[in-house]
């Protein structure tokens, strides 16, 4: 700490003659200039001290019969004495200043902690919904409005924390571990239809009235569960109803089918092994690369702009394509100050493009794999899967990849569905 204070003060490096050296030190002393770094050299001493105390010193001097002669000067001060003609250079630094305090009135980076179910793009994305983005003023943000919203709009997220600190939106998360359940309120009256044409296999009941049971075919909109209960008198007549909210689990066995296609010619790209390096700027949306040339490319530079310019043509050739890697770092200051640049170190590397066409064990290969993920869909989702078949179907230069499965799931969906019953009783009469 003393040495920024030292440079922000000023210092020089004095070389003392005289009798009495002695004398002079202890009067420094005694006035509270400060003095360090005394050495000896032949008769002389050289020894540090602040510009503003040598402005004082001067009687000291004269009282001690010594003669101060400045052999450096060091610190802001003589820095701004030096560079006072140069009024270009003073703009520009005021201008850099002023440049890095309008910088700081904004949000240049959102950190995310916390979020598991959900993605940072997923998240980054409903910002955006909200006008909230990199880039955007931080007085446009409020970090308590911003929480609630967050709360209303996600409810596996049970706490949430908002803060600006420099130039971040730290954003931290606290998700339930259990999963939220969205069912129909238990006040509204509802039916229970068909997701899809399937082959009843159970029928379990708990409120309001079945239409099927096991063994019963169904399509795709008929009720299975009616909201509607009637009320009978002593002689088994219907005098009245009234409706409920039909809570029942029915399974079926349904077909499904995926599909996924695939042009049968690629483009390959194989790496010849030669390699560049540049560098790669970042800012907002945009990109700037600059690949460090090597004497290779510099000739070929050379007779591209000959070729140019007339002085010969060269035979037409294909020029290599090159794949870029780029690993990127955002520029900050201390104290979480972001600026809205990223700065990366690129590596090219050379790839030879040719087209080829898949081979049927690569086909084969594909099929199996999207089969698998097929299947492992549906089991996230609690579906059993029966039977699997998977086909491959070519059409011109197109292949098809078929999957047909055959699983037993809940069929049911929450409807208002009384006009739908209405209009499946008169297709059945």
Same mark, same amino acid.
Not at 80 to 86: A, C, F, P, S
């Given at each position: 700490?003393?040495?920024?204070?030292?440079?922000?003060?000023?210092?020089? %490096?004095?070389?003392?003659?005289? &009798?009495?050296?002695?004398?002079?030190?202890?009067?420094?002393?005694?006035?509270?200039?400060?003095?360090?770094?005394?050495?000896?050299?032949?008769?002389?001493?050289?020894?540090?001290?602040?510009? %503003?105390?040598?402005?004082?010193?001067?009687? +000291?001097?004269?009282?001690?019969?010594?003669?101060?002669?400045?052999?450096?000067?060091?610190?802001? !001060?003589?820095?701004?004495?030096?560079?006072?003609?140069?009024?270009?250079?003073?703009? =520009?630094?005021?201008?850099?200043?002023?440049?890095?305090?309008?910088?700081?009135?904004?949000?240049? *980076?959102?950190?995310? =902690?916390?979020?598991?179910?959900?993605?940072?793009?997923?998240?980054?994305?409903?910002?955006?919904?909200?006008?909230?983005? #990199?880039?955007?003023? /931080? /007085? %446009?943000i409020s970090c308590a409005r911003l929480e609630e919203e967050l709360r209303e709009s996600f409810e596996d997220i049970t706490w949430v924390s908002v803060r600006l600190h420099g130039t971040r939106l730290f954003i931290r998360l606290r998700e339930s571990e259990v999963p939220v359940r969205q069912e129909v309120e238990s006040g509204e009256a509802c039916d229970l239809a068909a997701a899809s044409d399937a082959r009843i296999t159970s029928v379990v009941v708990r409120s309001g009235i079945p239409l099927v049971q096991a063994g019963d075919?169904?399509?795709?909109?008929?009720?299975?569960?009616?909201?509607?209960?009637?009320? $009978?008198?002593?002689?088994?007549?219907?005098?009245?109803?009234?409706?409920?909210?039909?809570?029942?689990?029915?399974?079926?066995?349904?077909?499904?089918?995926?599909?996924? *296609?695939?042009?049968?010619?690629?483009?390959?790209?194989?790496?010849?092994?030669?390699?560049?390096?540049?560098?790669?700027?970042?800012?907002? $949306?945009?990109?700037?690369?600059?690949?460090?040339?090597?004497?290779?490319?510099?000739? #070929?530079? &050379?007779?591209?702009?000959?070729?140019?310019?007339?002085?010969?043509?060269?035979?037409?050739?294909? /020029?290599?394509?090159?794949?870029?890697?780029?690993?990127?770092?955002?520029?900050?200051? !201390?104290?979480?100050?972001? +600026?809205?640049?990223?700065?990366?170190?690129?590596?090219?590397? @050379?790839?030879?493009?040719? @087209? /080829?066409?898949?081979?049927? !064990?690569?086909?084969?290969?594909? =099929?199996?794999?999207?089969?698998? *993920?097929?299947? *492992?869909?549906?089991?996230?989702?609690?579906?059993?899967?029966?039977? =699997?078949?998977?086909?491959? +179907?070519?059409?011109?230069?197109?292949?098809?990849?078929?999957?047909?499965?055959?699983?037993?799931?809940?069929?049911?969906?929450?409807?208002?569905?009384?006009?739908?019953?209405?209009?499946?009783?008169?297709?059945?009469?």
């Amino acid at each position: 700490m003393a040495k920024v204070r030292h440079l922000l003060h000023g210092i020089v %490096r004095l070389n003392m003659r005289g &009798t009495s050296p002695e004398r002079f030190l202890n009067l420094c002393t005694l006035a509270g200039l400060n003095v360090w770094q005394v050495k000896k050299e032949q008769e002389n001493l050289l020894f540090y001290m602040e510009i %503003r105390d040598f402005k004082r010193c001067a009687p +000291l001097a004269r009282k001690a019969g010594v003669r101060l002669h400045i052999v450096e000067k060091r610190g802001l !001060p003589v820095f701004l004495w030096r560079n006072r003609k140069r009024k270009g250079w003073a703009v =520009s630094f005021v201008l850099f200043f002023l440049l890095l305090l309008f910088l700081a009135q904004f949000v240049w *980076e959102i950190d995310w =902690s916390g979020n598991r179910r959900y993605t940072e793009s997923e998240l980054n994305h409903y910002l955006q919904t909200l006008q909230i983005e #990199e880039g955007i003023p /931080k /007085k %446009r943000i409020s970090c308590a409005r911003l929480e609630e919203e967050l709360r209303e709009s996600f409810e596996d997220i049970t706490w949430v924390s908002v803060r600006l600190h420099g130039t971040r939106l730290f954003i931290r998360l606290r998700e339930s571990e259990v999963p939220v359940r969205q069912e129909v309120e238990s006040g509204e009256a509802c039916d229970l239809a068909a997701a899809s044409d399937a082959r009843i296999t159970s029928v379990v009941v708990r409120s309001g009235i079945p239409l099927v049971q096991a063994g019963d075919t169904v399509e795709k909109g008929q009720l299975l569960v009616s909201g509607t209960v009637p009320i $009978t008198d002593d002689g088994g007549e219907e005098i009245s109803s009234y409706r409920v909210r039909a809570d029942a689990d029915i399974y079926g066995i349904r077909e499904r089918v995926g599909r996924k *296609e695939l042009p049968l010619w690629r483009e390959m790209r194989t790496e010849t092994g030669k390699k560049r390096y540049g560098i790669a700027l970042e800012a907002g $949306t945009h990109t700037f690369y600059w690949k460090i040339p090597e004497f290779y490319d510099m000739i #070929e530079h &050379t007779f591209d702009m000959a070729e140019q310019w007339g002085f010969f043509r060269r035979s037409r050739r294909m /020029k290599p394509a090159w794949t870029i890697r780029t690993e990127y770092r955002k520029l900050r200051l !201390p104290l979480d100050f972001y +600026l809205p640049l990223s700065v990366g170190w690129s590596e090219y590397r @050379e790839t030879s493009v040719c @087209e /080829k066409r898949y081979t049927e !064990p690569e086909l084969a290969a594909l =099929s199996a794999a999207f089969q698998k *993920e097929t299947e *492992e869909k549906l089991i996230e989702k609690g579906v059993h899967i029966m039977a =699997s078949d998977g086909r491959i +179907l070519i059409n011109g230069g197109v292949c098809h990849f078929e999957v047909r499965l055959q699983t037993e799931e809940p069929i049911q969906v929450v409807t208002q569905g009384e006009q739908q019953r209405n209009e499946h009783n008169r297709d059945n009469d």
